[in-house]
């Protein structure tokens, strides 16, 4: 069969419905904080056990990618997530909103994913085994750099503060120090209660340090949630289009960096996206007004995190290896069919195979009206919902999705506690994002690092093993430029501002 055969067979009826729907009924959950886009593929997963693997496979990967997308809604509208891998869109999408272009920014980040879900998709299409070689590249050492490579980058990006932003990076680690550790079993700092056994969800973390102080300051303010001096003005497409075009290289960019991110085990949107956003404010030349409300921003890191949808498929179908946990769960779905990935996977079922890939295309062209659609009834309800209603309303999402995670009531206590503790290190001048990501990062940081000592110190070769391997120290080379680069850069302006002035 031909490519045009699998394309053909993407497009029947029943393909085209299953697609659209999935699509919707990933963003609509995914822009719900708690509700991750893991959950909203384990949720709906026993619907296609009766189905044929590839309309199945079609079915999941648009609510995966849909569910990346609708955590951009929250983080825009509410400064809070929906899913991890939209952290990075909380930096310009809110401030944003907050000027009066949440519709602009809402219709950018739809365009954005589009972008980013293709890019994806075309190299799952045209080069997955050879980049799965990539994946297998990577050993618990290059994890624990890549979580250290993290770290640094979200405290050069604490616009103006490098200090706090490593402190609070720091914060993050403790956080994920809690509990039974992964490796050796050992209890910690869970001071004698059983509450903490299982450690700081992430999840939890994220609504409670984004949305609670969100919240507390809704209700300590007469003012409106967001400030809107004139009518909404529709989709703003237009608009749109055009930042997309002027802002194409940044687009690609950016999709490339989240596809190579999402084709290693475990690294996740999150980590794309904090990395397209690094680069983009790097390379860009309003790189003073990021985090101030600039659409790059946004484009960034909403191309990224969709990116690593098809990124992800790509250790997960040619090895057999999850790239993120939806993969996880839809590597069980397939098995539960008798569907066995690995490399032979595209030649013993290409038609599954491909046909799935020009599905999952067709998912992420279905997700620009169907985003831009419901994009625009998420926002005309934000800004024209009383707070009286806005904020017990919101305040039921976050406790039920907080809950449902892992079904337990302690997780929404820690999530109210850490709340009330970041909105008290917002007045300091603290942000949420450093310690999110330290806890995301630090259980990664820790496993990587634990293993690759206990390698060296079986080989006899602890440097070796940290510092001796090719793509250790490309990722410590990045580490070093990203950790530096807001201290050179201050010192070439003020040399600069000196030099000039005399």
Known sequence: MTGLDYLWQALTPLN?????????????IGSLPGLTATMAVAVLVPITFSMEPASALILMGAIYTGAIYGGAYAAILLNTPGTPSAIATTF??????????????????????????LIGAAFLLGLAPPLAEVALAFGPVEYFWLAVFGLTLISALSEGNLLKGLIGACFGLLLACIGVAEISADIRFTFGSQVLLGGIETVSALIGLYCIPVMIDLVATP????????????????????????????????SVIGTLVG???????????????SEARRSSKRSAFFGKGEPEGVQATESA???????????????????????????????????????????????????????LILATVLMLPA??????????????????????????MTMIGTYAIRNSISDVVIMIVLGVVGWFLNRFGFSPSPIVLGLILG?????????AW?????????????????ISLVIILFTLISLFYPLIRKHWATTGGTANAG
């Open 443 to 451: 259980r990664i940081a820790e496993q990587g690092f634990v293993q």
């Open 305 to 359: 995190n969709n990116a690593t949808v098809g990124g992800g498929f790509i250790p997960t179908l040619v090895l057999g290896i999850p790239g993120t946990p939806p993969d996880a769960v839809i590597l069980g779905a397939l098995l539960i069919q008798g569907v066995r990935t690995g490399p032979s996977l595209f030649t013993e079922n290409g038609a599954i195979v491909y046909t799935f890939i020009y599905g």
């Open 223 to 254: 003012d409106r949630h967001l400030k809107v001096t004139q009518q909404p003005r529709g989709f703003r497409l237009k608009e749109a289009l055009a930042i997309s075009w002027l802002g194409k290289f940044n687009l690609i960019r950016s």
């Open 263 to 277: 084709i290693l085990p475990g690294a996740g949107g999150s980590i794309a996206g904090l990395v397209a956003y």
């Open 16 to 28: 085209v419905l299953l697609a659209l729907a999935g699509v919707v009924a990933g963003t609509v």
């Open 371 to 396: 985003g831009l659609v419901i994009g625009r009834y998420a926002y005309k309800s934000i800004i024209t919902v009383p707070k009286a209603i806005l904020v017990p309303t919101v305040a039921f």
């Open 92 to 117: 310009d999408g809110y401030p944003m909103a907050k000027r009066g272009d949440g519709d602009l920014a809402i219709t950018l980040a739809c365009v954005s994913s589009v972008v980013g879900g």
């Open 454 to 470: 206990t390698i060296g110190a079986a080989t006899e070769d602890l440097t070796g093993m940290f510092f001796g391997r090719p």
